[in-house]
Each structure stands twice: as C-alpha cells, then as structure tokens.
C-alpha cells in the first residue's frame, strides 16, 4: 500500500521546546516539501528537497529545519525560533525532472496539527 | 513571482446542481500546470484535476471539468451534479517548471464549497 505517512497526527509543544515531524513515503518520489496551512489561507512551502542530502528554503523557512538523510523520509524541525509555529503541517512528494510532463504532481500526507501551549 | 488568487471565499450548492469555482493566477512563465486540490474536513489533500499550459483542451474527470483561459490567466473548476461528499476546501495550484526539476506549488486561499441536501 504505497502512501505518505506523518506522525504524529497530533502534536503539543511548551514555548522554547524544539519538535520535530516525521514524514515517510514509499512511493519511490525523488522530491518532498513541507507546507504550513493557517486559517483563511492556503499552504504556503517551507523547505523542498529534490534528491538525498539536499534541500531549499521555501518562502517560509525561518524558525524551521529540515535534513534529508534518506530518499523515503524528510523530517521537519519546528524550533524555538519560530515565532507561531501553531499550525496545520503537510507533507507531500512528487516524481521529479522536466521532462516528467504532469506525472510531478505532488501527493499528500494527512498532516500533522501543531498547537503550541 | 507567481500569484494564485481565488476571489470566493465560500460556496453552496444544492445537491445535483452545477457550481463554478473561480481562480485566476499571474505569471511570465509560458509553460507551466495548474491543479485544483479538494481538501474535506478529513483535511486530506486530494487531487481533483489537472491542467497543462501547453494544451487547449480544458481536462475533464467525471463530473468535475475546468475552463482553462491562458490569455486571461483564468482556470476555473466545474462541478456538475454535486454531492454532498463534494462538500469541502478547494484550492487551485500553480506549479512552474524550471530545467533542475524542482516543481513547486503555489496555492491560492481557497474557496469552501457546502452542497446543500
């Protein structure tokens, strides 16, 4: 059953405590991202990684951390420098390259919901 | 940078009708795709359709069609004959190309569709 998992599905953290988020896939994808979800607002990208050992800054970067040390798994690190890290965190991977056409779309976990206390 | 503006916040429909869903985006990019994700209260994200820029051809699944307007940058979603399982989030996406084959999402703020018994 190939398919994107995070865990947890749930997740509570004190201020000044680092978390991290799991996310595990095994669907053979070169590529996986991190989004952030707020209320009232789509997903914004926080890293991307297109091959192991390698990663970029999305529009959202600061106050997280991410390390892509095997092609199925792409932890996220929320740390005490992110300022609201209270939020809706989604997963997600994609086949990569140009010449791929539409086979790049990307798939999704089910998420992980954040709540800092 | 791309821009992906979705001017409905919220929607009904009654159940078995046609509704619209709007979304236009803004980019200098000529070949790009475009996806629209449904997002139900599971909070799962699950692709509906998908458009390429190069073709004319508006995509089509089932009852869910789009309206694909290169010159005027607009892709908007149909659903015909709604069910009450269609009652959710939708997001348009905008996904450019680039020659490393990062392909990463830009979403708008979605529209929140209820089909109405």
């Known amino acids: 059953d190939g398919g994107i998992t995070q865990s947890p599905k749930y997740l509570f953290r004190k201020e000044g405590q680092n978390v991290t988020l799991s996310c595990e896939q095994n669907?053979?994808?070169?590529?996986m991202y991190w989004y952030r979800q707020d209320p009232g607002q789509g997903l914004r990208l926080i890293y991307y990684?297109?091959?192991?050992?390698?990663?970029q800054k999305g529009d959202i970067a600061e106050g997280y951390s991410v390390s892509r040390e095997k092609k199925e798994s792409f932890p996220l690190t929320v740390t005490s420098a992110q300022k609201n890290p209270t939020a809706f965190y989604l997963c997600?991977?994609?086949?990569?390259?140009?010449?791929?056409?539409?086979?790049?779309?990307?798939?999704f976990g089910p998420g992980t919901r954040l709540t800092v206390l | 940078a791309q821009t992906v503006t979705q001017s409905q916040p919220e929607m009904s429909v009654q159940e078995a009708e046609t509704v619209t869903l709007s979304c236009t985006y803004d980019t200098s990019e000529n070949n790009y795709y475009l996806f629209w994700y449904k997002q139900p209260p599971s909070r799962q994200m699950i692709l509906v359709i998908r458009q390429e820029a190069y073709k004319q051809q508006n995509a089509t699944e089932n009852r869910f069609s789009v309206n694909f307007q290169k010159a005027a940058k607009s892709f908007s979603l149909k659903i015909s004959d709604s069910q009450l399982g269609d009652t959710a989030m939708y997001f348009c996406a905008f996904m450019k190309l680039t020659q490393t084959g990062a392909n990463n999402l830009f979403f708008g703020t979605g529209t929140r569709l209820t089909v109405i018994p």
């Open positions: 990684s297109q091959i192991v050992n390698d990663f």
């Open positions: 669907l053979n994808h070169d590529a």
């Open positions: 997600a991977s994609s086949l990569n390259g140009y010449d791929r056409g539409f086979h790049n779309e990307q798939f």
